[in-house]
């Protein structure tokens, strides 16, 4: 069984079956990618994944606890971590603040110790968050506001936003888009040393096929809201169901 199982989800919206069916297991300290061209339905299964939509049918669960019907912030007490499409930053702090800001979750309508509450004082928090910011390359930037800098340090602060928490589980969407080659480079290299470094599990939604044969463990492909095929990047490659779905049946002849 794998940290993240998903069995049997499904999820229309009116008449579109966006998912049907989908079967997913993740393995404990993999990086596991899902790819498949527009429309595939890998937004809506990562939304599913996070909370911010409950499947029609099937079930979600995490280290053995279901995700469903459970709120986002619920979901990342958990130890569910996620970096969206767009860098989510508080643009008019500085770097060191947006690190301390995951420390503190609002509950009951107030903000409380969240990651840390072993912790008790401040300068332990910043010196937690000053380490992770040594981790991801950053301390340099540390008083720098978060508004000011390049797409690529935006993107590498999020996941330093995300590591300072300790997630067991890092679902990244996208964590390229819009960047330069040479950013998108920095973030493999980044990904790579996070994995490398630390206990966690990461699970990616990606159109960059550099960056997910460069990562991935393990791949799975969906097509039309349904898993077509999962294997290792090696075996996907030359898959001609892949290269259907990706460039229609021209692909297959």
Do not use: W
Not at 34 to 42: E, L, S, V
Not at 72 to 95: C, K
Not at 138 to 150: F, Q, Y
Not at 167 to 175: A, H, K, N, S
């Amino acid at each position: 069984m794998g940290i993240l199982e998903v069995k049997g989800v499904g999820k229309r919206f009116g008449g579109l079956q966006a998912l049907g069916d989908v079967n997913l297991s993740v393995a404990e300290n993999t990086v596991h990618a899902i790819i498949g061209p527009n429309g595939a339905g890998k937004s809506t299964l990562l939304n599913c994944l996070v909370g911010k939509l409950i499947p029609d049918t099937g079930s979600v669960t995490f280290e053995g606890q279901s995700v469903l019907g459970r709120k986002p912030h619920e979901i990342n007490q958990m130890g569910i971590s996620r970096v969206f499409q767009t860098p989510e930053i508080f643009t008019d702090l500085t770097v060191i603040e947006n690190i301390l800001i995951p420390c503190f979750a609002k509950r009951d309508g107030a903000f409380r110790m969240h990651a840390y509450e072993s912790f008790t004082n401040e300068r332990e928090l910043i010196e937690k968050a000053e380490q992770i910011l040594i981790d991801v390359n950053m301390i340099d930037k540390r008083e720098m506001h978060a508004g000011s800098m390049s797409r690529g340090d935006k993107r590498r602060l999020e996941m330093a936003m995300c590591l300072v928490q300790e997630p067991r589980l890092l679902l990244l969407d996208e964590p390229t888009a819009g960047m330069a080659r040479a950013d998108t480079n920095n973030t493999i290299d980044l990904l790579k040393e996070i994995r490398d470094k630390r206990d966690i599990t990461m699970c990616i939604i990606e159109h960059d096929m550099h960056v997910v044969f460069s990562l991935a463990e393990r791949i799975t492909v969906l097509a039309q809201g349904t898993p077509l095929v999962e294997d290792t990047p090696e075996n996907i490659r030359g898959n001609p169901k892949v290269k259907e779905a990706y460039l229609g049946e021209q692909a297959a002849a």
